[in-house]
Each structure stands twice: as structure tokens, then as C-alpha cells.
């Protein structure tokens, strides 16, 4: 009898047993996950995309530190989102009103602020109807973070546009 | 005497703790060593860039002297020293007129001030890193401070430092 309790108590269930099936749990709940991730972005499907991010009103002094082929980094994640393929430059618009008429009208800002459209290049997935860049959803009115080696700002996403095949 | 014994026998589970142990300490020693590695490599180069203040009192152009030191409003680590400032500018701005047209104009009360920075950093294929790990590229909005005054600036120009 006493053999028995003895036994009884050398297999006792104790804190450092119940701290390791934590940990066991907590990796195989890491690992499911990831797993499940995973086969979800495999599924997903590709394609090439070529979207614009307009910078609006920016001083002429930075037009020329964006240039075709800057590989472009959001900013609040930290992931790669495209090539630059095409910059447009042309002076700032803005709409203002016309006191003695009322009309709103599209005027042009001195020569000195320009407008800047960058039209980026990236393979993307589409998850759920959703264009996703490395984790960045991309719409038309996303409001981007960005930048290249030389250049930092911010803007919105005017335009998307898939690449067919012959046009790549 | 012999329940002791049985309590106090080094089983597998002991030793799975210590490996896992070890390995955390190892983990942390070498976390340590390759951000040691990096700082090391991080100020290899002198940045020099190029900052404009905007839209500020005249009577602020005195506190920002040559060799105070800058300091992020984010953190508090310092990001170079004022090298050089040039003359004050009277600040522009853009205004509508009546017919909606739009023309720059000028706020005699208020002054723009273009400094040179200099700060210790590194130039990689990704741009520009001030201290190593702080990105600064042309365009950056900074929140700062020196001893005197605190303002925000954007960044206009990027580059290494010359030999002289």
C-alpha cells in the first residue's frame, strides 16, 4: 500500500508539467497557424498590377529624387511594394472659388509646386477580392506611406491597373 | 529518506528546462553581439543633409546656433549637429485671390531657416540611415529640439559629408 502512494505521488501533476504543456500547445498553435497562413496565400491567386500614387503640391527640389527603377518600401510596415516603371511631373492644381462668380474652378499653383504621379510595378496577390501587397491592402484612395532611397512621403492611389501577359 | 531522493531525481524533464535555458541565454548573447556588430558598422559614414524650418518667429533664428546638437522629438536620440545656417528667408506662402486664381506671397513677420546637419550614419542600398537605423531620405517631415528650441522641419537634401 504504501509502495502504491509512493508511486502515486512520483507521478504527480505539478506546475513545471503543466508550464511545458503550455509551451507544447502555445508552438503547435504557432505552427498550425503559420501552416494555415501559408496555404492560404498559396492559394491566392497572382497577378501583375501597375498602380499610381499621386503626391500632390510637392516642391520642385524633389521631383528629381524619385526615379524609374527605385525599388519602393510603405513605411508602417516596412514591405516592399513595387518598382517604379513611369513618373509624370506637371505644375500643382487646386480648386478654388471665384468670388465675384461663385464658380469653383481648377487653377494652377506657381511653377514651383508640382503635381507627381508614380506609377509602380508589383506582382500581387488577390485574397478575398482584396489586392494585397506583402500584407498592404491596395485600393484606388489608399492613402500610401512610402519610400524610395532617396525620397520620403506619402500619397494616394489614384489607379490600378493588371498587366496582361503581351504587355509585360 | 528514500521519498526524498525520488523527489529530488534529475529526470527529463529538468533537462529539457535547462536546454531550453541555455538556449534563451545563448539567443539573448547573441542578439547582443549582432546589435553590437551593427552599431559598430552603422557609423562608418558622416551624413551631411540639408533641413528647411518653416514659418517661424524671426526671434528664433538666434537660438539655433552652429554646433548645437539636434534631437529627435520622437526619442530623444540625436540626430547631428547644426553645421552651418544660412541667412533667414522671409516665409511664402500661397493665398487665392478674388478671382480664384492662386500666387505666392510673402508673411514679413515669420522666416524660413536652411541649416546643414551633420551626423554620424551609414549610406546602404536602401537610402540613407542617420545612427544606422534611422531612415532619412529627402522629404522626411522631423520633429526636433536642440537645447534652445523645439520645431519641426522637412528634409530637403541627403548626402555624405565632404573630406574637408
Not at chain 1, 76 to 82: C, L, P, T
Not at chain 1, 90 to 102: I, M, Y
Not at chain 1, 112 to 141: A, C, F, P, Q, W
Not at chain 2, 126 to 151: C, H, P, Q, S
Amino acid at each position: 500500500m504504501s509502495e502504491k502512494i509512493k508511486q502515486k505521488k512520483k507521478y504527480r501533476f505539478n506546475f513545471v508539467d503543466f508550464f511545458i504543456i503550455l509551451v507544447i500547445v502555445a508552438v503547435l498553435l504557432v505552427a498550425g497557424y503559420f501552416t494555415v497562413f501559408n496555404k492560404s496565400s498559396v492559394s491566392s491567386d497572382k497577378v501583375d498590377i501597375e498602380y499610381v500614387i499621386e503626391l500632390k503640391t510637392i516642391k520642385d527640389i524633389f521631383v528629381d529624387k524619385i526615379q524609374e527603377g527605385n525599388e519602393v518600401i510603405e513605411t508602417v510596415r516596412s514591405e516592399n511594394i513595387g518598382t517604379v516603371v513611369d513618373i509624370a511631373v506637371e505644375t500643382a492644381k487646386t480648386t478654388t472659388q471665384n468670388a465675384a462668380t461663385g464658380q469653383l474652378q481648377e487653377v494652377s499653383y506657381p511653377e514651383e509646386l508640382k503635381d507627381i504621379r508614380i506609377t509602380i510595378r508589383k506582382e500581387v496577390s488577390v485574397d478575398d477580392g482584396i489586392y494585397m501587397m506583402n500584407g498592404v491592402e491596395l485600393h484606388v484612395g489608399s492613402h500610401i506611406n512610402f519610400r524610395v532611397p532617396n525620397y520620403v512621403g506619402s500619397g494616394y492611389c489614384v489607379q490600378i491597373t493588371e498587366v496582361k501577359e503581351a504587355a509585360k | 529518506m528514500n521519498d526524498t531522493k525520488s523527489k529530488m531525481k534529475f529526470n527529463i524533464i529538468d533537462f529539457i528546462i535547462i536546454v531550453i535555458i541555455i538556449a534563451v541565454a545563448v539567443g539573448i548573447i547573441m542578439r547582443g553581439n549582432i546589435a553590437d556588430s551593427i552599431a559598430e558598422k552603422a557609423t562608418g559614414d558622416i551624413i551631411e543633409y540639408t533641413i528647411r524650418i518653416e514659418n517661424i518667429q524671426k526671434e528664433s533664428y538666434d537660438y539655433l546656433n552652429e554646433g548645437d546638437e539636434l534631437f529627435s522629438w520622437v526619442d530623444d536620440s540625436s540626430i547631428g549637429k547644426i553645421k552651418s545656417k544660412q541667412a533667414p528667408k522671409i516665409t511664402e506662402s500661397y493665398v487665392s485671390l478674388a478671382d480664384g486664381s492662386v500666387v505666392k506671397t510673402a508673411n514679413p513677420d515669420r522666416i524660413d531657416v536652411v541649416m546643414t546637419i551633420e551626423c554620424p550614419g551609414r549610406h546602404t542600398e536602401e537610402g540613407y540611415m542617420l545612427n544606422g537605423n534611422a531612415f532619412i531620405a529627402a522629404g522626411k517631415m522631423i520633429d526636433a529640439r536642440t537645447k534652445n528650441v523645439t520645431f519641426s522641419f522637412q528634409v530637403e537634401d541627403v548626402g555624405l559629408a565632404s573630406a574637408d
